[in-house]
């Protein structure tokens, strides 16, 4: 999939949405101009957001009244696609390049590791099959397309977007792990029906296993060394410089 013999991987990193679609973007930057490598990293968001898909371009004035009222922040993505609820989930990033075919191809090329890892962990998961119908709803957990990894019981553990520039991609991903259901009604008007995982860890012992179990098969699907490098301090001034312009004002 790529020359290089070693990827980034970033420390497991809290922080806001905004922050983290910065990062997300800078790293994708960096990449396509040949001065970074491939990386791999993961995340979770605080306070609890919604993203928003790069082309979406309504939605509804509830959400826009909970932001106002500090209940979330309103993001926008890099990426397409539509909204995700970023509550209780894991984030995965993965930027890289070399991937030959389809858009669908390099979907299935990168989610090889999140199949690994997962049935490591003792769930096996597989894609979606919702067609272009998914358009209509709001809410990208409500369908489950060739892009996104649902359980043998239907439930969509993982929803996945892209974004190409030139050979370069970001991909990443929310993995829904303790959502917590009240919230998700609110913000949706739907009833989530709960996630039944082979494990009975929580918080962030939960976090570190699955963080744990995808580097290494992300190790073995890619067929490099994970090589572990924080963010210095120069390169948070450049990320920083433009976190400002994914968020949503407040109305």
Known sequence: MTNDNYWRLIPL???????QMAIDRWLLEQHQLGRHPPALRFYTWSPAAISLGYHQLRWPASWQQLNA??????VRRPTGGRAV???????YMVVTSGLAGSRLKAYEAICEFLIQGWRSLGLDLHYGTAGRGYIH??????????ADLVTVDGYKLI???????????????????SPDAELFKQVFGEVMTPIKLPFSQ??????????????VAAGNCFGVE???QPLSDAEWQEILAHSSTDVIEKK
């Open 202 to 215: 929580q918080g962030n012992t939960l976090i570190q296993t699955v963080v744990d179990a995808l580097t």
């Open 13 to 19: 990193l809290q922080a806001s949405g905004c922050v």
């Open 137 to 146: 709803n709001p809410n990208c957990f409500g369908t489950a397309t060739g």
């Open 69 to 74: 009222g500090g209940v979330l922040d309103l």
């Open 226 to 228: 994970m090589v572990m």
């Open 159 to 177: 929803g996945s977007a892209q974004l190409r520039r030139g050979n370069a991609i970001l991909q990443h991903g929310s993995m829904r792990l």
């Open 85 to 91: 609820l970023h509550q209780g989930d894991l984030t």
